[in-house]
Nanobody
Framework: QVQLVESGGGLVQAGGSLRLSCAAS????????MSWYRQAPGKQRELVAS???????QYVDSVKGRFTISRDDAKNTGYLQMNSLKPEDTAVYYC?????????WGQGTQVTVSS
């Protein structure tokens, strides 16, 4: 079983930046979509950003122009660079890697943005 470990969360003031990382415990097929989701208290989990094995990216409208998703398959690690953070970005952020035969989730990392 592959484990995904997120890191990089924390407390930051509005306007600040954080970089989340998602490391897999062992090598997995490059043919997968890596995504970041988030869940705020009392809200449903939402897809924030995704990146395919070809490098095609998608973002939810609320983070376009502020967040950047990337992946380094050689290091088995994915990233979410978050700039110009807003209080409404406060949530637990989860990494997901989904392929044809697998669907892995991380344990989540808390991001708190103070106003």
């Amino acid at each position: 079983q592959v484990q995904l470990v997120e890191s990089g969360g924390g407390l930051v003031q509005a306007g600040g930046s954080l970089r989340l990382s998602c490391a897999a415990s062992r090598m997995i097929s490059r043919q997968h979509v890596m995504s970041w989701y988030r869940q705020a208290p009392g809200k449903q989990r939402e897809l924030v950003a995704s990146i395919t094995s070809f490098g095609t990216t998608q973002y939810v409208d609320s983070v376009k122009g502020r967040f950047t998703i990337s992946r380094d398959d050689a290091k088995n690690t994915g990233y979410l660079q978050m700039n110009s953070l807003k209080p409404e970005d406060t949530a637990v952020y989860y990494c997901n890697r989904r392929g044809v035969a697998f669907n892995y989730w991380g344990q989540g990392t808390q991001v708190t943005v103070s106003s």
